[in-house]
């Protein structure tokens, strides 16, 4: 389903998509259609994976070139515990106790809630720099997908963790700064 999904967007009028999903599976069929994606002007963000507590594995699809890859921090302005981190990480978005909206029956039988709920994790996170890409590509529909990677990255807020390092491992190069991004 992800699979045919990817091939819809890539053959249909996307221009930006969000894949709020990550696992450690390299999969080459999954990165040849992210990659045939990104070459026809579709930026392609992903969430970094809920992974640090488990050996931080490299998650999949953040890890592949020229996605946008995106960690969370916490309202207190840290990464969140959950995060995974790697050098393949782009910046940081809130994605930490999200207010959502949820499938109207359980999720899963362990997430019984329902309507709305505040969820964690690196798939919370990712939208808000899906939605700053899309703000950019509606000012300058001329920008590629490397434009816009570039555009957020330059203009990512430094946090204080980062101990004036212009990119971390645990956050990129900073916090997404829309104010910034947008010109």
């Known amino acids: 389903a992800f699979q045919a999904a990817l091939e819809d967007a890539i053959v249909g009028d996307a221009r930006v998509l969000n894949l709020s999903l990550a696992g450690p599976r390299y999969l080459q069929i999954e990165e040849v259609l992210i990659q045939e994606a990104i070459a026809r002007g579709i930026s392609v963000v992903a969430a970094m994976g809920n992974e640090r507590k488990r050996a931080d594995p490299i998650c999949y699809p953040a890890a592949y070139d020229g996605v946008i890859a995106v960690g969370s921090i916490a309202e207190n302005g840290r990464c969140s515990g959950f995060s995974s981190t790697g050098g393949h990480i782009d910046l940081v978005a809130p994605g930490s106790n999200i207010l959502s909206t949820v499938p109207m029956r359980p999720f899963a039988p362990w997430r019984l809630d329902t309507d709305l709920v505040a969820w964690s994790g690196t798939s919370m996170a990712a939208p808000y720099v899906t939605g700053a890409a899309a703000m950019l590509l509606a000012q300058d529909p001329a920008l590629t997908p490397a434009d816009i ?16 390092s212009p990119w971390t491992s645990e956050h990129g190069c900073g916090l997404l700064d829309l104010d910034a991004a947008l010109y």
């Open 149 to 164: 990677r570039d555009r957020l990255r330059d203009t990512a807020k430094a946090l204080p963790q980062m101990a004036g």
